[in-house]
């Protein structure tokens, strides 16, 4: 990266269950959550991605430099997103935690640096915010259960509905 050396790997798509081989421009490498990723433009598909470093299988630095597009903004990046996800469509998100998991959402720092938070009668705790992926967001909600609600979109509603239902086929 300090070198701005393009770079070859072999990687692993957890989503799809493929390995493919990478040509990537490497901007950026960053520790998010005690995991590392590496952020840069994949030169075949010309687009920048997240990739998860744990996945790159084999690495060979490439004498090939790159420079930096004058307009990428890293910190702008990483805030579309939700956590290391992101997508292309930008989705308003409002969640509404009940008064027992609220009393924890409280105590953290802000989930993502769009959110806005709200006070709600009965203890309950609104957080909006905007984000580019639902899939991340997805899994986030999920694991509160039913201590909360998604109010906005309908996409991750129905996201989540389908989940549920799939879930309900192990436990009747």
Same mark, same amino acid.
């Given at each position: 990266?300090?070198?701005?050396?393009?770079?070859?790997?072999?990687?692993?798509?957890?989503?799809?269950?493929?390995?493919?081989?990478?040509?990537?421009?490497?901007?950026? =490498?960053?520790?998010? %959550?005690?995991?590392?990723?590496?952020?840069?433009?994949? !030169?075949?598909?010309?687009?920048?991605?997240?990739?998860?470093?744990?996945?790159?299988? $084999?690495?060979?630095? =490439?004498?090939? %430099?790159? +420079?930096?597009?004058?307009?990428? *903004?890293?910190?702008?990046? !990483? $805030?579309?997103?939700? /956590?290391?996800?992101?997508?292309?469509? =930008?989705?308003? &998100?409002?969640?509404?935690? *009940?008064?027992?998991?609220?009393?924890?959402?409280?105590?953290?720092?802000?989930?993502?640096? /769009?959110?806005?938070?709200?006070?709600?009668?009965? %203890?309950? !705790?609104?957080? /909006?915010?905007? &984000?580019?992926? !639902?899939?991340?967001?997805?899994?986030?909600?999920?694991?509160?259960?039913?201590?909360?609600?998604?109010?906005?979109?309908? $996409?991750?509603?129905? $996201?989540?509905?389908?989940?549920? +239902?799939?879930? %309900?086929?192990?436990?009747?």
């Amino acid at each position: 990266i300090a070198q701005k050396l393009c770079i070859d790997m072999v990687y692993f798509t957890a989503s799809s269950g493929s390995i493919n081989g990478r040509e990537v421009a490497p901007y950026h =490498l960053r520790n998010f %959550q005690g995991e590392w990723y590496l952020i840069g433009l994949d !030169l075949r598909k010309e687009k920048i991605l997240v990739f998860h470093a744990a996945r790159i299988r $084999e690495l060979k630095l =490439l004498e090939k %430099q790159f +420079t930096y597009p004058p307009d990428f *903004d890293l910190k702008k990046y !990483l $805030e579309d997103g939700f /956590s290391m996800f992101r997508g292309e469509k =930008l989705f308003n &998100v409002e969640l509404i935690f *009940d008064e027992y998991q609220a009393r924890w959402i409280r105590e953290r720092a802000p989930l993502h640096p /769009s959110e806005q938070r709200e006070e709600l009668p009965n %203890q309950q !705790l609104k957080i /909006s915010l905007q &984000v580019t992926t !639902l899939d991340s967001i997805k899994r986030f909600v999920m694991q509160y259960g039913s201590h909360v609600q998604v109010i906005k979109p309908v $996409e991750l509603q129905q $996201e989540i509905l389908q989940e549920i +239902t799939q879930m %309900q086929k192990f436990y009747q």
